[in-house]
């Protein structure tokens, strides 16, 4: 299987989710927000392929990651390789941030009609969901855009079948604080 890239994979982010990760910037976004920081993510037709076996080669020979992150672009463009993926990251013990321009409610009508948005929603620990909207811009938020975006759980979510916010991502103004291992993180 193949998924379509942005740029290379790359290690020791500290501004993509909590701790440090890999990240995995993937190719095309149909959500095209006007303000997007990435505009050259949106054509599904340029970026470059990659076997899905090689970006799972790749994340294991970086060390000391907590985790991966699915960027772009959306991941959920490409769901079933960012599904392999994810899946890969479970097992090799890392934790699964994803950022999408979808609303986790949307994610949930979408796998209705097709599982394997389900599927990866399952394998990720913090969804960072919306479209990022230009006047809801704020610098002070921390992992997001605009202020509609959420910060969320995804397994704490799905098992309530309410959607649960991360608390302390949703604040304004917080600080950088030293990581601590929090408990949505199943390794
Ligand atoms: S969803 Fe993200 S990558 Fe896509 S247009 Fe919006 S801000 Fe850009």
Known sequence: MKIRLASELQYDSIVDGEGIRTVIWTQGCPHKCPG???????????????????VKKQISSYKNQDGITLSGGDPFSQPEACYEIASYAKKQGLNVWCYTGYTYEALLVMAKSNDIYLKLLQKIDVLIDGKFIVHLRNLSLKFRGSSNQRVIDVQKSLES???????????????????EKPDYIFV
Request: hydrophobic residues 35%; charged residues 15%; aromatic residues 10%.
């Open 36 to 54: 997007c920081h990435n505009p050259s993510t949106h054509d599904f037709a340029v970026g470059f392929s990659m076997d899905v076996d090689d």
């Open 161 to 179: 079948g309410a959607v649960t916010l991360v608390t302390k991502y949703q604040q304004i103004n917080i600080g950088l604080d030293l990581y």
